[in-house]
């Protein structure tokens, strides 16, 4: 049995809207997980500044 498909060009424009959808959507993951571990570190940071600092107003 052959499997019909549509025109050679459609179905490329198909795959590309899809590649581009699915681009979209790891470029929105990556952004998010990139802002998510630079406000942890900001986080951590912070932290371990105020350690520091009251750490040396003890001594």
Do not use: F, I, P
């Amino acid at each position: 049995m052959e499997r019909k498909t549509g025109s050679t060009k459609s179905g490329k424009n198909d795959r590309d809207a899809r590649l581009k959808a699915a681009l979209k959507s790891n470029m929105a993951r990556r952004k998010a997980q990139a802002k998510a571990r630079a406000s942890g570190r900001a986080t951590e940071n912070n932290a371990s500044d105020s350690s520091e600092t009251s750490s040396d107003k003890k001594d």
